[in-house]
């Protein structure tokens, strides 16, 4: 029994070797793959937790070329060749359009489906992915983990002052002294239970799944 071995030392020449596997498919559509250069690594801009893949435009980069950044979130072979071919279909416009009519016109060509922020694969356009995975063989990358992020403050319990309004956001470690004096009224002013999604009267579970607030696999792509 032969043993699987990697077929590319680094990420980048995966993805280069990935493009070179969608090119075909591209061409199937009508479009040529301008120069391209592509890395691992995260967005200039936008959120790294949430932004997998980015494109620049040819006037952003030195050389004169696309370049594409791939999140290092990510190391599903699959996944990778999906957001690969959504930040593609953004270097064959250059850019120009974002998220635009142009963009959209692209990707539904080239296979994608979805919100255009969002355009993934279809289903018909991922077997060839998964075919293509595997003649590239593993990725050679571990994804990296972000840590849970921080409470903002909209999270945290507040008090605030019954007569004058003012108000202030209390520290975990100070909460259970209790709500402190208003310096205006000299009055101990009032907390609050700080409202989230579950302790309001429009709570819906099921609205998460129906635009009330983004799955957390519907990852949007940013452009810059």
């Avoid at 959209?104 to 991922?126: D, F, N, S, W, Y």
């Avoid at 849970?148 to 002294?177: D, F, I």
């Amino acid at each position: 029994m032969n043993q699987l071995t990697p077929n590319h030392s680094t990420r980048e020449a995966w993805l280069q070797d990935g493009i070179r596997h969608l090119e075909p498919i591209f061409a199937k559509a009508g479009y040529v793959i301008p120069p391209v250069r592509v890395s691992c690594g995260f967005p200039a801009s936008s959120s790294p937790r949430t932004t997998l893949g980015q494109c620049w435009p040819r006037e952003r980069s030195g050389g004169g070329v696309n370049e594409i950044f791939i999140s290092p979130k990510i190391d599903d072979p699959v996944q990778l060749l999906d957001t690969l071919v959504h930040e593609l279909c953004h270097a064959v416009d250059d850019c120009f359009s974002g998220h635009g009519e142009d963009f959209k016109g692209i990707a539904q060509t080239v296979g994608l489906e979805g919100p255009a922020r969002m355009a993934h694969a279809t289903e018909e356009l991922t077997v060839k992915l998964m075919m293509i995975s595997q003649e590239l063989g593993p990725y050679p990358h571990q994804a990296i983990v972000f840590p849970p992020p921080r409470p903002s403050n909209a999270s945290r319990s507040k008090a605030k002052c019954g007569q004058c309004g003012y108000e202030v956001t209390l520290l975990k470690k100070w909460a259970s002294y209790g709500a402190p004096i208003c310096p205006k009224d000299n009055i101990r002013m009032q907390e609050d239970i700080p409202e989230t999604i579950e302790n309001t009267t429009e709570y819906d579970s099921e609205s998460l799944g129906k635009g009330g607030k983004a799955p957390p696999d519907e990852i949007r792509r940013a452009i810059s």
